[in-house]
DNA sequence: GCTGCTTTGTGAACGTGTGCACGAGTGCCT
DNA sequence: AGGCACTCGTGCACACGTTCACAAAGCAGC
């Protein structure tokens, strides 16, 4: 009866990958899909089968052999994990080109990440209302936090002022951080920071176009330049 | 004096941290920084310093035992390595809130990724310019590709339309994609694809933050809903 | 040139993640 | 009730990635 207080930790690389099973799952449910055997859920998310069943696995025995998962089960198990059963209001810092998008994308409010807010350092950019949510000052950032009990932050800001931003985020009583800015985050260690970084998406791309081209075709001997 | 064929092959996960040491580099070069050891160059990027000396061996011994590493000399052995010695021309399908950010967001152009197109499917957005570039019809995305000499494609289109401008992309000759809808793309086995998902890194942040809150205080039994 | 200090490059140990293969459980059909 | 077809759950082996630890190599000072 007593809730399971031992909770199995699940590896880092089975946690990135619940969200992928979940919206699976949750289109197939849309789509009248009863239950749905791990074979088939592995060609959907283009994963392995076995590696499907290894991750369910640490949600619990949720799958009936012969049959396969109750997809609604299954959904709801994987949403109580990942913690989804509420709400986590999202608060932006950062009302440039990115925090625009970010605030006007309407997929973070529905999948449960409602934007509690959205600040800026600039007054000029004050006061301006991006997709129904007003710009408020940086200052604001803690009452915001307050207020609304939002444990996450996202740092919008250009790379120069993303520290500052963490460090206002932290100071604010934010304890997740989704960093956008091309740049390594000093953190306190209980602080759990994700960084997304379009540039380094583009170059890894690149590396593998290159190497696609023939690699070294200019690879011109291995000539030191200046130097020594 | 020939150059190497045999090009040992780079983990992935060291070629996802090239860049990261690459924009470090770079920076303190800036500065005025002409030497940087491994210790160093690990501290600011938040990695351990073996790890760095390890990566950058796989690019050849291009350090100074007793000094460390030369920060121009490895600034441009990265750089060939990810194949950044000249521009990748980037195409982006879909002028949605994500697609304008992505378009007015200037760090591409100055990373050596400028955007050489962009493209909708709606006709009503066809013709408005955004941060300079001229939004095109999908139709003229061939074209687009074969003037612009672009080899990757970035996918910003909601998840209903994302397999189509996928196939369009390979059908254009795209051979790289970078794709940001929250979909599993369905490519030939030959291109590249990278996934970039703001709901699943959230979804990341979500579960640290749940077990944080002390895990399974609601978790009420294993009790199966309707069901059998 | 020799000594001592610094830092690289890498072998080896360890840990994490992946995929196969198969036992075990379930439902269906006869 | 028994047999069969199907699918889960998982032990095991392997691949990949990380970290330690140390010999080799360079530099500076005398």
Redesign the interface.
């Known amino acids: 009866?007593a809730?399971?207080?031992t909770?199995r930790r699940?590896p880092d690389a089975t946690?990135?990958r619940?969200?992928?099973y979940?919206?699976i799952l949750t289109e197939q449910g849309d789509e009248g899909v009863d239950n749905i055997s791990s074979e088939r859920l592995a060609e959907?998310?283009?994963v392995n089968a076995a590696k499907v069943r290894k991750d369910l696995s640490y949600l619990?025995s949720y799958g009936t052999r012969g049959v396969g998962y109750?997809v609604?089960?299954l959904v709801?198990q994987i949403r109580?994990?990942?913690?989804?059963?509420h709400d986590?209001p999202?608060v932006i810092v950062g009302a440039g080109?990115?925090g625009?998008?970010?605030a006007?994308?309407g997929?973070?409010g529905e999948?449960?990440?409602p934007v509690a807010g959205i600040v800026d350092i600039d007054e000029a950019k004050v006061g301006s209302v991006l997709s129904g949510v007003r710009v408020r000052h940086i200052d604001e950032l803690p009452q915001i936090v307050r207020t609304k009990r939002a444990?996450?932050g996202v740092v919008a800001t250009p790379a120069s002022a993303a520290q500052d931003a963490a460090d206002r985020l932290v100071r604010a009583g934010v304890?997740?951080i989704?960093n956008f800015a091309?740049v390594?985050l000093a953190v306190p260690r209980a602080i759990?920071v994700?960084k997304?970084?379009?540039?380094?998406?583009?170059?890894?791309?690149?590396?593998?176009?290159?190497?696609?081209?023939g690699?070294?075709?200019?690879?011109?001997?291995?000539t030191?330049?200046a130097?020594a």
Chains 1, 2 share one sequence.
């Open positions: 009866m809730p399971e207080r909770r699940i946690v990135a619940l969200p992928v979940l919206r959907l998310g283009g619990g109750e609604a089960y709801y109580r994990e990942l913690g989804l059963t986590w999202v080109n990115l625009q998008a970010l006007g994308y997929g973070f999948r449960g990440f444990s996450i304890t997740s989704l091309p390594v759990e994700r997304v970084d379009l540039a380094v998406e583009l170059q890894i791309l690149s590396y593998h176009e290159q190497r696609r081209a690699g070294a075709i200019h690879a011109v001997g291995t030191r330049p130097s």
